[in-house]
Nanobody, 124 residues
Framework: QVQLVESGGGLVQAGGSLRLSCAAS????????MGWFRQAPGKEREFIAG????????YYADSVKGRFTISRDNAKNTVYLQMNSLKPEDTAVYYC?????????????????WGQGTQVTVSS
């Protein structure tokens, strides 16, 4: 079992920045590729960023590429999502998830463990 706890969400004005954290406990963190997803009201949960467990390779959805950065600190069992140039359409609940696959997956069903989510609200 892996327990994931997100933090760092909140209310920010358009153009601002937030950094989300996801702390993992349980099984060895380095066994997992990590992903960030988000779900806006009335919409399906979508992949936005992932980081692999083998070489730390990253992958981003087009909607956040160039604005968001995913990173991981294996010593702290934590994955981060730095979000810059935020837009009102980034408003959503953000979730981190762990996948024991070798590479980043964009598919929700590939992920084995999920956090409870943290709300991000971007005002215009």
């Amino acid at each position: 079992q892996v327990q994931l706890v997100e933090s760092g969400g909140g209310l920010v004005q358009a153009g601002g920045s937030l950094r989300l954290s996801c702390a993992a406990s349980g099984r060895t963190f380095t066994r997992y590729s990590m992903g960030w997803f988000r779900q806006a009201p009335g919409k399906e949960r979508e992949f936005i960023a992932g980081i692999g467990r083998i070489n730390g390779g990253t992958y981003y959805a087009d909607s956040v590429k160039g604005r968001f950065t995913i990173s991981r600190d294996n010593a702290k069992n934590t994955v981060y999502l730095q979000m810059n140039s935020l837009k009102p359409e980034d408003t959503a609940v953000y979730y981190c998830a762990a996948d024991n696959g070798l590479w980043v997956s964009v598919q929700l069903h590939e992920y084995d463990y999920w956090g409870q989510g943290t709300q991000v609200t971007v005002s215009s």
